[in-house]
């Protein structure tokens, strides 16, 4: 049998009270004194788990995401070739913006804005997300469904855009130029061997313009 481990009791407990902290306060308004206090340990074995507040924000966003790991459930889909199955993740996530509150929408704009977090997410576009992607630019190679001659480099590039460049909170336009850019990256995923943007994806991102940008 496995033996108990206490010392991932703690770090999980400092990760689980670290996610709620940040829910309820917003992630500029919660230090490393407020997470240990709550937890009921010393400085000393934050620092034993973790070098930094911002490691302790990367490692908070990969446990929020492994929790409900779109492309696990994709590979889950019966069925679905590869194409089909990115496409199913890529709804996932794009649904679950669709989903947040007015309150959850203003707290992301205000992390998409703050530089530690913007970093934290494009490393964790590269280690943890891209990987997944290419997983399955490699498969659709194989089965047919996407023919990409840069699988890990395509995947880091759509990953990025898809994380900063295209969502509605890092960078404020028109309408007007956020249609332009959702057909853009058509154009550009496309040409990558990559033609994940099909009628439906592409209606879920104008809908979340719509909602988050006045049309000029």
Not at 83 to 106: V, Y
Not at 145 to 153: H, I, T, Y
Not at 202 to 214: M, Q, S, V
């Amino acid at each position: 049998m496995p033996r108990h481990d206490p010392d991932q009791k703690t770090k999980q407990n400092i990760l689980e009270t670290a996610m709620r902290l940040f829910a309820e306060k917003g992630l500029e308004n919660v230090n490393i004194e407020d997470v240990v206090k709550e937890v009921g340990v010393t400085r000393g074995a934050f620092y034993h788990y973790f070098k930094s507040r911002e490691e302790l924000i990367g490692s908070v966003m990969y446990k929020s995401f492994e929790e409900d790991n779109p492309y696990l459930l994709a590979d889950k889909q019966e069925g679905l070739n590869a194409l089909e199955k990115l496409r199913f993740a890529a709804k996932l996530s794009l649904r679950s913006h669709m989903d947040i509150s007015d309150s959850m929408r203003a707290q992301m704009e205000k992390l998409a804005n703050n530089p530690v977090v913007f970093k934290n997410e494009m490393v964790f576009q590269i280690n943890v997300m891209a990987p997944y992607m290419e997983k399955l630019l490699h498969e659709g190679n194989k089965d047919g469904s996407m023919n990409v001659v840069f699988p890990k480099q395509a995947s880091q590039t759509i990953a990025w855009l898809t994380a900063s460049w295209l969502t509605p909170y890092a960078f404020e336009v028109s309408y007007e130029e956020y249609v332009d850019k959702v057909l853009f990256f058509d154009q550009l995923s496309t040409s990558l061997g990559v033609p994940v943007m099909d009628e439906e994806m592409k209606e879920i991102y104008l809908a979340i313009g719509r909602r988050e940008f006045k049309s000029e």
